[in-house]
């Protein structure tokens, strides 16, 4: 069973510049109605290590994501994988292109949701990425994995890619507004949550905004 429900949502990636204004944040968003995460991503954790983990899933009283796009040998990759679930982690995002072996050794510590990146929302995804995107779906079918991370950006990859994954893997989807996607568009093409950092921690009111692209993507 999933930690993060398979349910139209959005993901808050806070890459914020300082932590103060991240726990300030994460504090506004305590009140959000509707479904919401917090991404913590390697931004916040460069400045302030593992411990912003507890500290922003204290703050907001949200589901946490630990955002390491960690791509190690399973030894490294479950060990960074154990800290971040011991530090309060609901799920951890992990590449998909390392294999199986390391999506493995992070699923059998089995401390909470596992997502895999199985392409990116930047151009540069097409030169490699993309191109074993659909063996790294078919991977993600043969393992328990809770979810994966699908571009809003590409569409037609992300559709096709919904289509043959397994009914109970759920889908995040990165590329809204700052990298061009629209609210909503990943929804369309078959995800669950749309990740969108920019254009909710930039904006003059970022709980409204939050709440304004929460209630589109429900409309979807
Ligand atoms: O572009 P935004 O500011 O809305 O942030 C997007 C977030 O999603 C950011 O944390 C980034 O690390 C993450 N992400 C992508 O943007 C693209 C991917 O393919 C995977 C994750």
Redesign the pocket.
């Known amino acids: 069973m999933s930690v993060i429900k398979k349910e139209k949502g959005i993901v808050i ?1 806070l ?1 914020v510049k300082d932590v103060h204004s991240a726990l300030a944040l994460a504090r506004e968003f305590s009140t959000l109605q509707g479904n919401f995460a917090i ?1 913590v ?1 390697r931004p916040l954790e460069m400045q302030a290590g593992y411990k912003i983990i507890p500290a922003i899933k204290e703050a907001s009283q949200l589901p946490v994501i630990y ?1 390491g796009k960690i791509a190690d040998i399973p030894y490294i990759s479950s060990s960074i994988a154990r800290i971040a679930y011991e530090a309060g982690a609901d799920a951890v995002i992990v590449h998909g292109f390392v294999g199986k072996d390391v999506i493995k050794s992070i699923l059998d510590l089995n401390m909470g949701d596992v997502i895999v ?1 199985i ?4 151009q540069g ?1 097409a030169q490699y990425i993309d191109l074993v995107a659909k063996n790294m779906a078919d991977m993600v079918n043969a393992l328990e994995v809770n979810g994966v ?1 699908l ?1 809003a950006t590409k569409p037609k990859l992300t559709s096709s890619l919904a289509s043959i994954l397994k009914e109970e893997v759920y889908i995040l989807s ?6 061009g996607a629209d609210v909503g568009d990943a929804i369309k093409a078959g995800a669950d949550y749309e ?5 909710i921690y930039n904006s003059l009111n970022p709980k409204q905004k939050a709440e304004e692209f929460y209630k589109k993507v429900r409309e979807v």
């Open positions: 990636a890459d991404k991503g955002d990146v392409s990116m929302s930047h995804s991370v571009p990165p590329g809204i507004k700052a990298q990740i969108i950092g920019r254009a």
